[in-house]
């Protein structure tokens, strides 16, 4: 234990949630609405004062995209507008009390997922799994769903004593991975872990009694990073002369949480006041599931798509058996499969299945380690929201309730923001190599209509997401852009986005060949600040001096927010035994 990176972070507690208080929503609901007023009227004078018929498109551009951003904020609000917890209950004690039928104890099955991960992570997954505390009247037992059939896994889960599946076709990854496993296992009730996913002893303890209620689906806990390095005294850690030079630049081992992965404002705020309108989705690792739901659907589902296929009079035989082999899916074949399947228990007509959000942390995990880690998370959560969003068109779908629908498609624009965000921070870029800027009017107007909406909503957010870092999000909406947009296209072109596992281990690949497209758009931006800047002192920009300082902080600002992924590649594990490509 002692030799692995994660060690020194084993003293770690969870920080408790912050509820909230009748006082602060009160204070939150005022200036949410006082932001949005504001942000309104901005909208209306940009639309019938302020574009600029010297640079038409541009400023129209610029103007539609801080329209769609305004929705975006109205939305982000509908999302963590109220708080709604349902009430913690005591374990049920017998099959009746946890709504299930027969006679005899409540099976619990913690199904541990790998694929590629080593032994020594899956191991502290097992020994904390069997650790678990199982309430009186249930029994629990753990398998090993092995999808890379290796003899050591094999052999692990032997010497503890635990249930190892394999499959010889890996199809549908995690997600086939799931069914494989629910058609071989008898659990009434199955628990969800990755192979670094390590349950907290109390976690049955603490989730069955949502159970209670015969409708409830599944139950998801916050996921914790108990590993998020600290700040570090700067290292010389580079290796060439360009990522020494933009290491003394950025000093990237000086931050906390280096690849912006804490989950708290997702988790705490989000996810949990989601949860007020049946509308938190499962995130896999650390969540309980009612078989009976998962199944149901499934099965429901299956069954229209035999109907179909025995309408279809080209279907052979050999075809049908053929889908009865895969279209049974429990958890969908997809690369998003939680949020995929989340939808369509939550939409499922007459079944009236809700899920629940329980806002302590039941589990720790590891984080994202390297660029090859958090590029890979990221493109796996923009590119697989992106093709729910348009290939399955579930805000369309009549049975999934308008209130859910609006939490959904905050969700799907968020990934979609990166089409007017990359025109946001391109515009000061423009305006300082053109002399164009998209806004006509005196510099005090547009203060007076601009500021007062961004004092208010910035202090609508701190209030609204009291204890959490508001600004991280913006920095990695914009860290993240280049892999958005590699997403959007992705899917616009009818390319599947492909299941790749997180790396669990250290990875530092190639400082330029993971932030190219960042380090681009800051030497643009860098370039379009000096060009401004000299061409202003010999007399050759049309810009006047207070909108040439306006847009030189705008652009300094998303030089900043660019930064953020090139600190991330230059970051290096102060412990010496971490991977290199």
């Given at each position: 234990m002692s030799d692995l990176y994660f060690a020194g972070?084993?003293?770690?507690?969870?920080?408790?949630?912050i509820p909230l208080t009748p006082k602060r929503e009160r204070i939150w609901h005022f200036l949410a609405a006082f932001s949005l007023g504001l942000g309104g009227w901005y909208c209306y004078w940009r639309w019938t004062e302020t574009l600029n018929p010297d640079a038409l498109f541009f400023s129209i551009a610029v103007a539609m995209s801080e329209t769609l951003a305004l929705i975006g904020c109205a939305l982000?609000?509908?999302?963590?507008?109220?708080?709604?917890?349902?009430?913690?209950?005591?374990?049920?004690?017998?099959?009746?009390?946890?709504?299930?039928?027969?006679?005899?104890?409540?099976?619990?099955?913690?199904?541990?997922?790998?694929?590629?991960?080593?032994?020594?992570?899956?191991?502290?997954?097992?020994?904390?799994?069997?650790?678990?505390?199982?309430?009186?009247?249930?029994?629990?037992?753990?398998?090993?769903?092995?999808?890379?059939?290796?003899?050591?896994?094999k052999q692990l889960a032997a010497r503890y004593d635990v249930g190892y599946i394999s499959r010889p076709i890996s199809a549908g990854f995690?997600?086939?991975?799931?069914?494989?496993?629910?058609?071989?296992?008898?659990?009434?009730?199955?628990?969800?872990?990755?192979?670094?996913?390590?349950?907290?002893?109390?976690f049955l303890q603490n989730t069955l009694g949502y159970f209670r209620a015969p409708k409830t689906a599944w139950v998801q806990t916050p996921h914790w990073f108990?590993?998020?390095?600290?700040?570090?005294?700067h290292r010389h850690v580079s290796r060439t002369w360009i990522e020494r030079i933009f290491a003394k630049i950025l000093s990237p081992e000086k931050a906390h949480d280096p690849f912006m992965c804490d989950p708290g404002l997702f988790f705490d705020v989000i996810q949990r006041r989601r949860h007020r309108n049946n509308a938190s989705f499962c995130c896999g690792a650390a969540s309980i599931h009612r078989k009976e739901a998962v199944l149901s659907v499934a099965l429901k589902n299956y069954g229209a798509k035999i109907l179909t296929s025995q309408a279809n009079q080209n279907e052979t035989p050999h075809t049908r058996i053929a889908m009865a082999a895969t279209d049974l899916q429990p958890f969908k074949y997809h690369v998003s499969e939680d949020i995929f399947t989340s939808i369509m228990i939550q939409s499922d007509p007459g079944s009236d299945w809700q899920s629940v959000y329980h806002p302590d942390v039941e589990s720790r995990m590891l984080s994202p380690w390297g660029m090859k880690a958090w590029t890979t998370q990221r493109f796996k959560y923009a590119g697989g929201s992106l093709?729910?969003?348009?290939?399955?068109?579930?805000?369309?779908?009549?049975h999934l309730p308008w209130r859910t629908k609006l939490h959904y498609l905050a969700t799907f624009w968020s990934y979609l923001s990166c089409l007017w965000l990359l025109i946001l921070l391109m515009a000061p870029v423009l305006t300082l190599l053109t002399g164009k800027a998209p806004i006509s009017a005196p510099?005090?107007?547009?203060?007076?209509?601009?500021?007062?909406?961004?004092?208010?909503?910035?202090?609508?957010?701190?209030?609204?997401?009291?204890?959490?870092?508001?600004?991280?999000?913006?920095?990695?909406?914009?860290?993240?852009?280049?892999?958005?947009?590699?997403?959007?296209?992705?899917?616009?072109?009818?390319?599947?986005?492909?299941?790749?596992?997180?790396?669990k281990t250290p990875f530092f690949p190639d400082f330029l060949a993971s932030v190219r497209p960042h380090i681009v758009l800051m030497s643009i931006t860098l370039f379009a600040l000096v060009f401004a800047v000299v061409s202003f002192l010999i007399g050759a920009n049309?810009?006047?001096?207070?909108?040439?300082?306006?847009?030189?902080?705008?652009?300094?600002?998303?030089i900043y927010a660019l930064s953020g992924a090139p600190r991330a590649a230059l970051w290096r594990s102060p412990i010496s035994n971490t991977g290199n490509e």
């Open positions: 972070f084993e003293s770690r507690t969870p920080n408790p949630s982000f609000y509908h999302d963590i507008w109220r708080q709604n917890d349902t009430p913690k209950a005591p374990a049920p004690q017998t099959r009746q009390e946890a709504g299930l039928t027969r006679h005899g104890p409540i099976l619990v099955d913690i199904l541990i997922t790998t694929l590629d991960e080593t032994s020594d992570i899956l191991e502290l997954s097992i020994q904390d799994a069997l650790n678990v505390s199982a309430p009186k009247g249930v029994v629990g037992k753990v398998y090993i769903l092995d999808d890379g059939s290796r003899e050591n896994i995690k997600a086939g991975n799931l069914r494989h496993a629910l058609l071989r296992t008898s659990g009434d009730f199955f628990v969800i872990c990755d192979a670094d996913t390590r349950l907290f002893k109390g108990y590993d998020i390095p600290e700040p570090q005294q093709d729910i969003c348009f290939r399955e068109r579930v805000l369309l779908n009549k510099l005090m107007d547009f203060v007076l209509h601009l500021g007062p909406f961004l004092l208010i909503n910035e202090l609508a957010l701190v209030v609204g997401c009291w204890g959490h870092d508001i600004n991280k999000g913006r920095q990695l909406a914009i860290a993240g852009l280049p892999l958005t947009l590699k997403a959007l296209w992705a899917v616009i072109k009818g390319q599947k986005i492909k299941f790749k596992a997180t790396p049309s810009l006047s001096l207070s909108f040439l300082i306006i847009n030189f902080f705008w652009a300094m600002w998303n």
